[in-house]
């Protein structure tokens, strides 16, 4: 029989704004009810309002870690992304946030923390250092995080390049990467729109993908990138 030992949490003692910025945040009974209730609601809402669909919901894993990526175009894309998400993994799917958009203001931050279950990530300076940590804690954990790999929300509705910041993360390493396309976010909100419009979104997903071949360099961060973007659009419907 394994001997029991105590491990306080990683973010353990840290202050509330802190920790709501820490990228080894752990849920507590507070933000699991938090979370629970506030995920209810945005079922609820993206049902009724958006008459929200999963094209491909079989496709989605059901155990970390894993990773779902999409395109970017609208404030609704996160929620839109990680309601399809079972209840039990509330606590251990991380949208990956700009920290410099949700965690630079306080209440923002806590809001990004305790109600979206959102992670900061750096886009200057400390960039490289934080995709290390998340890289890390993708494994040690495990955890899913949801990332738009574009790196910013397109302006036109139009998917932006993907960055190689997706293959700093994931090259070499055996975890699932899921392609998904949004669509019908950018026309319920697209930059600059305050109130959502009642459009209908469907989120269309893809088979998952593995890197553990590629190798964790320049070379290998933009080969994953190159095929994540060309996995990504091919989920896009075909209009007449």
Partial sequence: MEKWSYQPAQDHGLAPVERARSVRREAGLISTITHAAWWTGVRSYLTLWHRLRIVGRENLPVEPP?????????????????????????????????ADVFFENGPVSLFASMMLNALPMHRANRGRHALADLRSRLVEEPCAYILFPEGARSRTGEMLKVKAGIGMMVAGLDVPVVPCWLDGCFEAMRPGCVVPRPR???????KAERFVDQPNTREGWDAVAERLEGRIKALRPVRG
């Fill in 66 to 98: 894993f990773v779902l990526v999409a395109n970017h175009a609208s404030h609704l894309d996160a929620l839109v992304l990680a309601a399809p998400m079972s209840t039990r993994l509330r606590d251990v799917v991380f949208p990956i946030a700009a």
């Fill in 200 to 206: 209908v979104i469907t989120v269309h997903v893809g």
